[in-house]
C-alpha cells in the first residue's frame, strides 16, 4: 500500500520538472499530490511515525499529531519567505535597487563580469538569489544592448546568484529550509561554505574572463537612469539590514526566523508608511480618492504562487517521512553507499535536473545528524550551487531563461561546463576544508 504513496510522488514530480511542456503551473501537481498523498494515508490507515532525536529510530505517533506538526514546520518557511518577498517588494517598490547602478561605472567587457558576479554573489546572499537575478539582469538590460553579450552576462549571474545564496541562511529557499530545521546555525553556515562558494564563483568566471566574447570594451555607452526615488537609498539599506538583522535576532533570542523577519517587515512597513504620508482616510457616503499603501502594494506583489508550489511539495514529502520511507531509505543508503560525500555530489548534480527544495526536503527527513554536522552544509553548497549546470536546475536559472530568451542547449554547450568546474572546485574545497581545518 505505501508504494502508492510513491507512486504519486513520482507522479507528481513528474509534472513538476515538465511544467513547461504540459503548460500547467507547478503549483497544480504540488498541491494535488500534497492532498493525494496525505488523503491516501488517511483513508488506508498507514502506520504513522516520528523520528526519536535521542535513539535515532521511528517510534509511534497519531495521525493529526503529525500533520499539525508538519504543516507547523512548514508553515514557519512559507511565513520567512512571505516576509523577505514582502520587504524585497517595498525597497522595490521605492526604486532602492537603483542604487545599485552606482557600482557599475565600467565599459570593460571583462570587467564588467567581475562587477556583475561580484554584486550579484553578496545580494543573493541577502535579498535570496532569484530576486537578485531578476534585479540584476533588469540593471543589464540598461547597460548591454546586444543580445548574445547580454545572454552570457546573464548566465554567470546565475551561477554567481546560486553560489551566494549556498553560504547564506537567507540566500536560498534550501539554505533557509536548513536553517529553520535547526539543521545548521547561521555562523557555521558561513564559516563553512564562504570559502567553497567563492571558489565555485572564481573558477567560472575567470575562466570566462579570457573567453573571445569578453575581449574589448562595450560599444554601447552606459546610461545613467537618475530617475529613482529620493528615499530610494534609504529603503534600499533598511531593507537589507532589516533581513539581516533576522539571524542576529534569532541568535540572541533564540527564537525561530520567521518572528525576526515579522519584526522587521513591520518596521521597515511603519518606515515605508510614514515617508510615503499614507494616510488612513475614513470612508463617509461621499467618495474619495483612493490611496494606496505601499505595504498593501507591496504584498499584492509577492510570488504567491511560489508560496503555494512550497506548500505542496513540503508537505508531500512530509507524507512520505511520516509513514518511515525516508528513514528507511536513509538506512539503505548508509548500508549501500560507503561515503556520503558520494550521495550529497550525486545530490548536486541531480538539483540540476530536479528542483533542490524536495531533494533537501527529503535529506531533512532522511537524516539524522547533529547540529551543524558537516554533512548538512556540503548539502546546503551542493544543492545550491549544482542548480546552475543546467538552465532550468534553479529558480535564478528559469528566470534568467525566461527574461532573456536563453535556450537550454545554448547554455548546455556554453554556461555547464563554466558552472560544472566551478560546482567541483568548490566541493574538493569543502572537503579539504573538511579535513585539515575543521577535524
Not at 504540488?30 to 494515508?41: G, R, T, Y
Not at 521605492?94 to 561605472?105: E, L, N, P, R, T
Not at 540584476?136 to 545564496?165: D, H, M, P, Q, T
Request: glycine share 6%; net charge neutral.
Amino acid at each position: 500500500m505505501e508504494n502508492i504513496l510513491i507512486l504519486i510522488f513520482i507522479l507528481g514530480y513528474l509534472a513538476i520538472t515538465l511544467e513547461h511542456s504540459l503548460k500547467i503551473d507547478k503549483l497544480i501537481p504540488a498541491l494535488s499530490m500534497m492532498v493525494f498523498m496525505w488523503a491516501v494515508i488517511s483513508l488506508g490507515h498507514f502506520n504513522i511515525y516520528k523520528v526519536d532525536e535521542v535513539l535515532k529510530a521511528l517510534v509511534p505517533a497519531e495521525f493529526n499529531e503529525m500533520l499539525l506538526h508538519h504543516f507547523g514546520k512548514t508553515t514557519e518557511i512559507l511565513i520567512f519567505l512571505i516576509g523577505a518577498m514582502t520587504i524585497v517588494e517595498i525597497i522595490d517598490h521605492f526604486d532602492g535597487f537603483s542604487a545599485i547602478k552606482g557600482f557599475v561605472k565600467t565599459k570593460s567587457k571583462r570587467k564588467l563580469i567581475w562587477v556583475f558576479c561580484s554584486i550579484g554573489f553578496f545580494l543573493s546572499a541577502v535579498i535570496d538569489n532569484l530576486t537578485a537575478t531578476i534585479i540584476l539582469i533588469s540593471i543589464l538590460r540598461k547597460i548591454v544592448k546586444s543580445n548574445e553579450l547580454r545572454i552570457w552576462y546573464a548566465s554567470l549571474i546565475v551561477i554567481a546568484a546560486n553560489a551566494g545564496g549556498a553560504w547564506s541562511p537567507i540566500g536560498d529557499v534550501t539554505t533557509t529550509m536548513l536553517w529553520i530545521a535547526n539543521k545548521v546555525t547561521a555562523a557555521k553556515l558561513i564559516e563553512h561554505l564562504l570559502l567553497p562558494s567563492i571558489i565555485s564563483l572564481l573558477v567560472p568566471i575567470i575562466i570566462a574572463s579570457f573567453l573571445p566574447i569578453f575581449k574589448g570594451n562595450l560599444e554601447d555607452s552606459i546610461v545613467d537612469d537618475n530617475g529613482s526615488s529620493k528615499h530610494s537609498k534609504l529603503m534600499f539599506y533598511l531593507g537589507l539590514g532589516g533581513i539581516v538583522f533576522v539571524p542576529i535576532f534569532k541568535t540572541i533570542t533564540h527564537l525561530p526566523p520567521y518572528l525576526g523577519m515579522m519584526l522587521s517587515l513591520a518596521v521597515i512597513a511603519a518606515v515605508a508608511e510614514i515617508i510615503s504620508r499614507y494616510k488612513i482616510e475614513l470612508t463617509t457616503l461621499e467618495e474619495h480618492p483612493i490611496h494606496i499603501s505601499p505595504v498593501h502594494k507591496s504584498l499584492s506583489r509577492i510570488e504567491l504562487p511560489s508560496v503555494l508550489f512550497f506548500l505542496g511539495i513540503l508537505m508531500a514529502v512530509a507524507a512520505l517521512e511520516s509513514v518511515g520511507k525516508l528513514f528507511m531509505f536513509s538506512e539503505w543508503l548508509s548500508t549501500t553507499v560507503p561515503n556520503m560525500d558520494i550521495v550529497v555530489l550525486i545530490l548536486g548534480v541531480s538539483s540540476s535536473v530536479i528542483d533542490n527544495v524536495p531533494l533537501v526536503a527529503a535529506s531533512i527527513g532522511m537524516f539524522q545528524h547533529e547540529l551543524d554536522d558537516m554533512l548538512w552544509h556540503f548539502i546546503a553548497f551542493s544543492a545550491g550551487t549544482g542548480g546552475s549546470m543546467l538552465i532550468i536546475g534553479s529558480a535564478a536559472g528559469v528566470v534568467a531563461m525566461g527574461m532573456e530568451k536563453i535556450n537550454f542547449f545554448w547554455y548546455f554547450k556554453n554556461i555547464t561546463w563554466l558552472a560544472a568546474a566551478g560546482f567541483l572546485a568548490g566541493a574538493i574545497t569543502f572537503i579539504l576544508m573538511r579535513i585539515f581545518i575543521f577535524i
